[in-house]
């Protein structure tokens, strides 16, 4: 798989993270469990379930973005695929704050999210301008 660009790491870490907010709905919505939710025993596969905007509409997923995925490790590692290529950084989970905050590789910023509702098998972020990122376990 090729490695992108700093620019595109960027851009595909946004993507994967809007995927990550639109994938959560059903009566768990805004419960927030361990974070051993988010990688299972070793690690976990998150793909897209729906994504809405700061004003609370759903945003058509392209084929591409449907495609996305991000897995997290329970070492603090995360890789999200897509079409276009492939991110790997580091990501760390305050439970308490439920925030997350993901830093690509190479990377001299870092994307942090807040985390509205993650159970077993549902993951939604959401960014500091309101768009949702629901995600749902493969």
Wanted: proline letters at 2%.
């Amino acid at each position: 798989m090729k490695t992108l660009s700093h620019p595109f790491r960027y851009l595909a870490s946004l993507l994967v993270l809007v995927s990550l907010l639109t994938a959560s709905c059903g009566s768990k919505e805004g419960k927030v469990e361990g974070v051993n939710m988010l990688y299972g025993t070793t690690s976990k596969v998150w793909k897209t379930d729906k994504e809405l905007d700061a004003t609370g509409d759903k945003v058509k997923q392209t084929d591409a973005q449907e495609d996305e995925r991000i897995t997290f490790f329970a070492n603090g590692q995360y890789n999200m695929t897509s079409p276009a290529g492939a991110v790997n950084g580091k990501y760390d989970f305050d439970q308490a704050g439920k925030k997350i905050t993901m830093t690509p590789d190479g990377a001299a910023q870092s994307n942090t999210f807040d985390v509205v509702t993650l159970t077993d098998d549902k993951l939604t972020l959401k960014s500091g301008a309101g768009a949702e990122l629901r995600l749902e376990k493969e």
